[in-house]
């Protein structure tokens, strides 16, 4: 079973940056589709990007897409979420996922594997 460790959230003004990382142990992370979700209070976890095994095709909700970057290095085992441009609506915990399953932006009931999750505060 993959253990997962986010990590790198914190408190942004809007319009700022920051950089989530996601550690993974006990598996590699490269037999899994990787992704972020997000959850804010009082709302369901919801899609945010996924980048398949090798990394070579990525997704992203429209709502982030052109603002967040998604990559992984599978020899560091580490997935990671680049964050621009950040908004008062992106304040959420956002946790890291693994998907044993087929690559594609696919809902969160379709992940195997979680993180605990960081939070993420945007300040307007």
């Known amino acids: 079973q993959i253990h997962l460790v986010e990590s790198g959230g914190g408190l942004v003004q809007a319009g700022g940056s920051l950089r989530l990382s996601c550690v993974a142990s006990r598996r590699t992370i490269g037999s899994y589709v990787m992704g972020w979700f997000r959850q804010a209070p009082g709302k369901e976890r919801e899609f945010v990007a996924a980048?398949?095994?090798?990394?070579?095709?990525?997704w992203y909700a429209d709502s982030v897409k052109g603002r967040f970057t998604i990559s992984r290095d599978n020899a560091k085992n580490t997935v990671y979420l680049q964050m621009s441009s950040l908004k008062p609506e992106d304040t959420a915990v956002y946790y890291c996922?693994?998907?044993?399953?087929?690559?594609?932006?696919?809902?969160?009931?379709?992940?195997?594997?979680w993180g605990q999750g960081t939070q993420v505060t945007v300040a307007s």
């Open positions: 980048i398949t095994r090798d990394g070579g095709s990525t």
């Open positions: 996922g693994a998907d044993r399953g087929v690559a594609g932006p696919r809902p969160a009931s379709k992940y195997d594997y």
